[in-house]
């Protein structure tokens, strides 16, 4: 896919378009960024159906409220706020769901079963170290694996990660110091040979 | 300064210190061999991840086929009725039935306190109807949550019952 890049000059001439209702012009912005925002909302749900579906929501809700968006700062990390936020949503609604089908503890234990306990040796042989890292990243404790994906995927700043996760910059920096501890055990754990992680 | 912990070091790493203590980082990790290793690890870990968490070829293609530019408008949704929305066009609609239906039956004063009266009453009559099935909602979603329905239901319907007893009765030939 030809990722198209847009020039500062470019993004805000469509950004006044679409703000005067073209369409086309936000279809532009879209496709500049539409890898971006389904890769954070793909990485954060682990579902491509449901990711294209809560891609398209952030994308429809990011026309909606373009007045709202600061053209001094960058269109990319306002609409992965709104894509992450999306899917944080989308988690949310999926817990309650479960917790309503299955019960508190009972549901994170089937929700644990569901993304599928790993079989190390199957999928050291299997995966790639960069597969090995993304299913242990996937594996990960929600709150980890949202901030993981966050600061990793989308590059968003500690910041954006606090206000977006509703917590303190400082409880940002450490449930990411324990979910890379939690990345490392788990691929030790794998005997996955490594560079950085372990 | 002794060597900073390790969440000092990444969130200076990441740019999130306030700038006076992450001036007195920058100064420490210049002079310091053990900070230096920490920090060439944590980047190549950094770089690790970016890497390992990027879309790949088969991911790329996939969103490539989605062909959001153009579907972003089919998740617009449908205007949406709240029950709020409906209660208050209920009572308008029972105003206006009242404004109608009143100088067929009384006086001016009459109409007054029919329309006052009929207000509320199908005011009353709304948000009971609307408690009660808000209430059996979220008892079947959230049964912490449906306790406090069933209070506002019991509300509405003392709402209903309760003018009626400011009401001065009218006599039969009135």
């Known amino acids: 896919m030809a990722i198209t890049e847009l020039s500062l000059d470019s993004t805000q001439h469509l950004v006044q378009q679409s703000r005067a209702g073209d369409e086309s012009a936000f279809a532009a912005l879209v496709e500049a960024h539409q890898s971006a925002v389904f890769g954070t909302v793909l990485r954060l749900v682990s579902d491509r159906e449901v990711a294209a579906e809560v891609s398209n929501r952030a994308f429809f809700k990011a026309y909606e409220h373009l007045a709202s968006f600061d053209e001094l700062r960058p269109l990319r990390a306002w609409l992965l706020r709104i894509a992450a936020n999306e899917a944080l949503n989308e988690l949310r609604s999926r817990r309650r769901d479960a917790a309503h089908t299955?019960?508190?503890a009972e549901a994170e234990f089937e929700?644990?079963?569901m993304s599928g306990a790993p079989d190390p040796g199957e999928i050291v042989s299997r995966l790639e170290r960069s597969d090995a890292i993304r299913d242990a990243v996937s594996r990960l404790p929600e709150p980890q694996r949202v901030a993981v994906v966050l600061r990793y995927f989308a590059d968003l700043s500690y910041a954006d990660i606090a206000e977006l996760t509703q917590q303190s910059v400082n409880n940002v920096g450490v449930t990411l110091l324990r979910a890379r501890e939690r990345l490392r055990h788990d691929l030790e754990t794998q005997g996955?040979?490594?560079d950085g992680l372990s | 300064m002794a060597c900073p912990d390790e969440l000092t070091l990444d969130l200076w790493l990441a740019g999130a210190l306030p700038s006076e203590e992450a001036a007195a980082v920058a100064s420490h990790v210049q002079t310091c061999a053990t900070c230096a290793a920490a920090i060439q690890a944590a980047q190549a870990l950094d770089a690790e991840l970016h890497a390992a968490l990027a879309l790949d070829a088969e991911e790329l293609r996939y969103v490539?086929?989605?062909?959001?530019?153009?579907?972003?408008?089919?998740?617009?949704?449908?205007a949406a009725l709240s029950w709020g929305w409906i209660a208050l066009?209920?009572?308008?609609?029972?105003?206006?039935?009242w404004l109608l239906a009143a100088p067929m039956v009384g006086s001016a004063a009459d109409l007054a306190i029919q329309v006052g009266l009929g207000t509320v009453?199908?005011?009353a009559v709304l948000g009971t109807v609307f408690s009660l099935g808000q209430a059996l909602l979220d008892l079947t979603q959230s049964p912490a949550l449906g306790l406090s329905q069933p209070l506002l239901a019991l509300f509405a319907l003392a709402l209903l019952f309760w003018p009626r007893q400011l009401i001065p009765q009218r006599s039969p030939h009135s």
């Open chain 1, 102 to 104: 299955f019960g508190g």
């Open chain 2, 89 to 97: 066009a209920g009572v308008i609609a029972g105003f206006a039935a």
């Open chain 1, 111 to 113: 929700l644990e079963q």
């Open chain 2, 64 to 78: 490539s086929g989605l062909e959001l530019a153009s579907s972003w408008r089919t998740s617009r949704p449908a």
């Open chain 1, 192 to 194: 996955v040979a490594n």
């Open chain 2, 121 to 123: 009453l199908l005011n």
